[in-house]
């Protein structure tokens, strides 16, 4: 199986700043990457798929990039509403999908 | 609007078995593969399950593999995960995911399982 590996696990952030959350696969998974958030007590919900296509909805301060291996979620100014878990997961191998285990972005 | 409400979640001895459902509406449920999605309390996602639009294809976690079966519906519009020999590592948020080949698009709200003697 392919295995996410997501760093870091947690980090604290301001408003207005600049978040970069980093996802790393066990072996290339081209752009089969996609980014959920999750906030306390709800559904996860999709952020970015194929890497980088924002799902609707999703304001334009998330993007993602990377390729390969490694990739990359960024909040480009982090507002109260974005205080959240964000979860990476592959769509390379859809016989078994896999998810990172997550990193908490709290004050 | 996308609609998925899943039921049947609740407290089961270890061993015990239980059946959620999920109920789809707001868009066309039989062109979509759908997925079963846990979250233990604390902890991340875990995907358990997938079954292709008209079921020819369906997958499993090694984790459940053997104890677990996913069904559908297509009639009723609904998902259905039975899960038998219940431990108590199984107890999470169980959530249905639909699948738009390369992402879940939409999920439900989730529904409880508590294994616990």
């Known amino acids: 199986d392919i295995q996410m590996t997501q760093s870091p696990s947690s980090l604290s952030a301001s408003v207005g700043d600049r978040v970069t959350i980093t996802c790393r696969a066990s072996q290339s998974i081209s752009s089969s990457l996609n980014w959920y958030q999750q906030k306390p007590g709800k559904a996860p919900k999709l952020l970015i798929f194929?890497?980088?296509s924002l799902h609707s909805g999703v304001p334009s301060r998330f993007s993602g990039s990377g390729s390969g291996t490694d990739f990359t979620l960024t909040i480009t100014s982090l507002q109260p509403e974005d205080f959240a878990t964000y979860y990476c997961?592959?769509?390379?191998?859809?016989?078994?999908?896999?998810f990172g285990q997550g990193t908490k972005v709290e004050v | 609007e996308v609609l998925l409400v899943e039921s049947g979640g609740g407290l089961v001895k270890p061993g015990g078995s239980l059946r959620l459902s999920c109920a789809a509406s707001?868009?066309?449920?039989?062109?979509?593969?759908m997925n079963w999605v846990r979250q233990a309390p604390g902890k991340g996602l875990e995907w358990v399950s997938s079954i292709s639009s008209s079921s020819t294809y369906i997958f499993y976690a090694d984790s459940v593999k053997g104890r677990f079966t996913i069904s559908r519906d297509n009639a009723k519009n609904s998902l259905y995960l039975q899960m038998n020999s219940l431990r108590a590592e199984d107890t999470a948020v169980y959530y249905c995911a639909s699948d738009s080949s390369s992402y879940f698009d939409f999920w439900g709200q989730g529904t409880l399982v508590t294994v616990s003697s």
């Open positions: 194929a890497t980088s």
């Open positions: 997961q592959q769509s390379y191998s859809t016989l078994t999908w896999t």
């Open positions: 707001g868009f066309t449920f039989n062109r979509h593969s």
